[in-house]
């Protein structure tokens, strides 16, 4: 008789299944709360210590482990020797195997959880016999997923089990151990950076294409996931995200977790395009419409406040990709959800980013670091210049600071207290990206009141006499150029303000 080994945690789905299994001509062999759940269920099932002839031991930690289960998994149909083998030792083969794994995940992500309830929730038997019936999917089926039940009896149902079905559960099989391993891996390492790099992503979406659509493409999450996450944000209206959507909408949403204050930011190609902040999120918007009505056409805009009607209906009238916020009106939410495509989603906002690893590939790897979480501060500035700020300089450094981190390099943003007015990103040399950020912003409502940021130091004195030439009265940048004295020199000279932040902040 055809036999089937069933050791499931979670039991959704299964009774129907072992059912039709029965029905099917297989032989039910179970263990513990799965043998349980089957026998009342009203089928006949054979106790897993009745195949091993060996009594589960040390609180069900070892009842599979036995070679009357893995030679029944991994002895080869095609080989006389195997069989013979089996034979001889009285041993049953198993034909499928059924498993899915203790629920480590769920466990760690408990409250109040310790390592002593983590580890009694890491998996030994199953993982071992997945990759047994695994590696045999030759003779052996392995299933591992829930999902995959029904396609796996109308299959036995209408004889079409080809080798293809077959391996493509066993890849499935392997997938689902090496994430699971991978998981806890991450739980047990206390070195940032391991030998050997495992990362447990779970399938979040494909993509109708990547960057382009000659690109094919899916989305990811982290095993863990992070709640402010756009992956994670609900969708209230419009289309599927894109590849390019995503990656714009993350980078709004670390943008404007800079701010307490009501901000609106506004993303271009992942790049800041306007950054506006009011006394209500009407005078938010405006500013940021302003600081470059232009690049917001088709860009993504994040609100860190409810959006209200009378946002809405400016938002209304521009072509936009998608707009994130905690929370919309009903008013609002009928004013926008007027256009098809407009992707209206909600998360739930904060300015507490969590200190996790970014991974990025390369040909042949990647290159994993720690995000730019440093925060700006009155306190880490020097003033190195003759002139000093003003309070309101000063505040409007800050805020240029906690945007210039999240601009492509070479990068400078020119701002004044609450608004951007000029943006020049990832320019391969610094004097550019300070011409074209100058250039965006000279003729803006507020320029007088302008500060100009940079990622990073000044290797000469041009950025320094183009700014001062162009009104611009004080810079804050991080300094440790060589040639920091020159620009200092060429500050003294023109009557500019020139703070050193002491924190570059490049962005690749």
Do not use: C
């Amino acid at each position: 008789m055809t036999r089937a080994l069933l050791s499931v945690s979670d039991k959704n789905g299964l009774v129907p299944f072992a059912q039709k299994l029965v029905e099917l001509g297989y032989e039910l062999v179970s263990t513990g709360g799965t043998h349980k759940v089957l026998e009342a269920a009203g089928l006949n099932v054979i106790a897993i210590d009745d195949v091993t002839d060996f009594p589960e031991m040390l609180d069900g930690r070892v009842k599979t482990l036995h070679p009357r289960v893995h030679a029944g998994l991994l002895a080869r149909r095609d080989l006389p020797e195997h069989m013979a083998t089996l034979a001889e030792f009285n041993i049953t083969p198993i034909d499928m195997v059924v498993v899915n794994l203790y629920p480590f995940k769920e466990t760690i992500q408990k409250s109040g959880v310790t390592e002593a309830e983590a580890i009694e929730n890491i998996d030994i038997g199953g993982p071992s016999m997945l990759r047994s019936a695994a590696k045999n999917f030759a003779s052996v089926l392995p299933i591992v997923d829930p999902t995959d039940y029904d396609v796996v009896i109308e299959k036995l149902q209408t004889n079409q089990v080809d080798q293809a079905f077959r391996k493509s559960l066993a890849a499935k099989v392997f997938q689902h151990t090496a994430a699971y391993d991978a998981l806890i891996a991450d739980y047990l390492t206390v070195s940032e950076f391991p030998k050997n790099l495992t990362l447990p992503y779970e399938k979040f979406d494909d993509m109708r294409y990547g960057e382009n659509p000659h690109q094919k493409a899916a989305a990811y999450t982290t095993a863990l996931s992070e709640s402010y996450s756009v992956l994670n944000a609900d969708i209230l209206h419009g289309k599927q995200l894109s590849y390019n959507n995503i990656r714009d909408a993350d980078a709004a949403l670390r943008i404007i977790a800079e701010f307490e204050e009501t901000t609106v930011v506004t993303v271009k190609h992942m790049n800041p395009a306007g950054i506006g902040q009011g006394e209500n999120l009407e005078e938010a918007w405006d500013k940021a419409f302003a600081a470059d009505d232009i690049s917001i056409f088709g860009g993504i805009v994040a609100l860190n406040r409810q959006v209200d009607a009378v946002t809405a209906e400016k938002m209304h009238g521009i072509f936009l990709e998608i707009i994130i916020a905690p929370s919309f009106t009903p008013e609002a939410f009928e004013i926008l959800s007027a256009k098809k495509n407009l992707r209206l989603l909600t998360l739930p906002f904060t300015n507490t980013i969590s200190q996790n690893l970014e991974v990025t590939s390369v040909l042949g790897g990647v290159v994993i670091q720690e995000r730019d979480l440093m925060g700006e501060s009155e306190a880490n500035f020097e003033v190195v210049s003759k002139a000093q700020p003003t309070a309101q300089q000063l505040r409007a450094m800050i805020f240029a600071q906690k945007v210039v981190k999240h601009v492509k390099s070479n990068a400078i943003v020119v701002a004044r207290d609450g608004q951007t007015l000029g943006v020049g990103a990832g320019q391969p040399n610094r004097i550019d990206s300070v011409v074209y950020a100058i250039q965006k912003a000279v003729n803006k409502t507020g320029f007088s009141e302008a500060v100009l940021a940079s990622d990073a130091f000044f290797p000469m004195d041009d950025s320094v006499a183009y700014a001062a030439d162009h009104d611009i009265k004080a810079i804050v940048e991080p300094g440790g150029s060589i040639k920091d004295k020159d620009s200092i020199a060429k500050a003294d000279e023109l009557g500019v303000v020139l703070v050193f932040s002491g924190t570059r902040h490049f962005k690749h």
